[in-house]
């Protein structure tokens, strides 16, 4: 069931968790579907709060469950659930629609479907795979502006689109919908609909599907249709069994209404919540630095003719993301992947000129120790005429040309910090750095970076506390005591 439907299983602990989250509602008979709904978890922790909180008279359930191997167990499920919720007074309805949910509903815009009216609550686990491109349900979602590109951000699309005004949804899912350009026709689609009252994360990736070999970040959202966006619920838990620690913070915080991306940030603690703070008060996007960021030019394997395992006459370094060691970019080495490109017709379109430029890899380790990993490209360390950067690095230019020294320093410098690494997790549940994530981001002032850069001095970058540390001293501290300045006149 996994590989095939991208399916897991919820955990029993894990089930009342999500059940838990949404908002008492002042319904006589509560409607709840239960979309992927498996053996029945979730359907049968909902009914358990019912019956704890005797908050309703009646319980209309819909299970929809395409895998027909499943449905014996469903079946046993809910029938054993509408007998316990008749000792307590509460007549429960169950229907059970053996089908695809994308199929159960025509489209996101109401039309008519098996799944009926609309819905007081969804709560759902959805599955987890990617939709190609032309596969037939992202192509009905994109019609209607709900491009998604995983399938689970579909389920959530769908949940949204069948509850009333006031219907709340919960659903533990991956937080890579959270951030990143794949996602960004979805969030909008959501958020506009949505308004999220509470999130809650798991500090162990491992902990909710231990035994399934998960290792996305998930978390579980709550979140009502055209509700208030007044504040956010944040929660974290070790796993689904410990002790929740709740904040409550501003909307704003979570989902800054400015963003065009619409990247949703979970602070998960303290030390969220002031790097979130810290970064908010930094004054300059990136265009205003200025600077911009590109992926690297180089998809290998559409140059695989071009490509040289070593450097040989007046071929051009190629750089990979395993060349960045410590800060600085080491070339050539001997590495599984090539090192340089042929002085070949077609060739250079892939180049930038040999200037001064920063690096970031696209995709680090789940074993790494940072996501967001920079280096610098000094030119004066190679003598050539143009180099090449291979796709899975971003590299910071301007207008496809290098970075002056201190900026280049400065910038190198304040991307390898604690406080960059932290905020970057706050909105990304996923190893991966799209350059969309580093335009978003809040940076100091030009004056600042070069001031650090000039600070670090243009060697090797220095060990992590004292990288820290100027950071601190040129840039945090300026910006705080300009804040409180501002605020005093």
């Known amino acids: 069931m996994r590989a095939r439907l991208g399916q897991f299983f919820t955990p029993c602990e894990a089930a009342d968790l999500i059940a838990g989250l949404p908002r008492p509602m002042a319904v006589e008979s509560l409607r709840c579907l239960d979309p992927g709904a498996g053996v029945g978890s979730l359907s049968a922790a909902v009914v358990a709060r019912v019956v704890r909180e005797g908050s309703h008279r009646a319980l ?28 307590y007074g509460i007549a429960m309805r169950s229907t059970i629609l053996n089908e695809d949910v994308f199929n159960a509903v025509a489209g996101l815009d109401g039309p008519d479907s098996s799944l009926g009216r609309p819905f007081d609550l969804a709560i759902m686990n959805p599955p987890y795979r990617k939709l190609n491109s032309n596969a037939p349900e992202r192509l009905a979602l994109a019609s209607q502006g709900a491009d998604c590109s995983n399938i689970y951000s579909g389920f959530l699309a769908i949940g949204a689109a069948v509850l009333r005004p006031g219907g709340q949804l919960t659903a533990i899912v991956p937080r890579s919908f959270a951030n990143g350009p794949y996602f960004g026709p979805f969030r909008k689609f959501f958020l506009n609909m949505m308004a999220l009252d509470k999130i809650h994360t798991f500090e162990s990736r491992s902990t909710v599907f231990g035994d399934a070999g998960v290792l996305q970040e998930n978390v579980v959202i709550a979140a009502t249709r055209q509700g208030a966006r007044g504040t956010v619920n944040l929660s974290i838990s070790n796993g689904h069994k410990d002790t929740v620690t709740t904040r409550q913070v501003d909307y704003r915080t979570v989902v800054d209404p400015s963003d065009p991306h619409k990247f949703i940030r979970v602070l998960a603690g303290d030390a969220d919540l002031a790097v979130s703070s810290a970064f908010a008060n930094l004054p300059c996007a990136i265009h205003e630095v200025p600077v911009q960021v590109s992926t690297g030019r180089v998809v290998d394997f559409r140059t695989r003719e071009n490509l040289l395992p070593w450097p040989e006459g007046d071929s051009f370094p190629l750089i990979y993301p395993s060349n960045l060691r410590a800060g600085r970019v080491e070339w050539p080495m001997r590495l599984r992947k090539p090192q340089a490109l042929g002085a070949r017709p077609g060739v250079a379109k892939l180049l930038l000129p040999h200037e ?53 320093s400065g910038l190198n410098v304040w991307l390898n ?11 990304s549940g996923h190893t991966q750095v799209n350059a969309t994530d580093l335009r978003s981001l809040r940076y100091p002032t030009r004056c600042q970076l070069e001031e650090l850069g000039c600070a670090v001095g243009f060697e090797r970058l220095p060990d992590q ?25």
């Open 356 to 408: 001064r430029y920063v690096l970031v890899k696209r995709f680090s380790s789940k074993e790494e120790r940072r996501r967001v990993v920079a280096a610098l490209f000094e030119p004066n360390d190679f003598d050539h005429e143009c180099v090449g950067f291979e796709n899975h690095l971003n590299v910071f230019h301007q207008n496809s040309r290098g970075l002056p020294q201190a900026l280049a």
């Open 465 to 489: 506390e004292k990288i820290d540390a100027l950071v601190g001293l040129h840039i945090l501290a300026p910006n705080v005591q300009a804040l409180e300045e501002t605020t005093e006149r």
């Open 417 to 427: 910090s604690t406080i960059v690494d932290r905020f970057f997790r706050t909105f």
């Open 60 to 87: 209309d359930l819909v299970a929809v469950e395409v895998d027909t191997e499943l449905l014996p167990y469903l079946e046993e499920t809910l029938r054993d659930c509408i007998e316990v919720a008749a000792q």
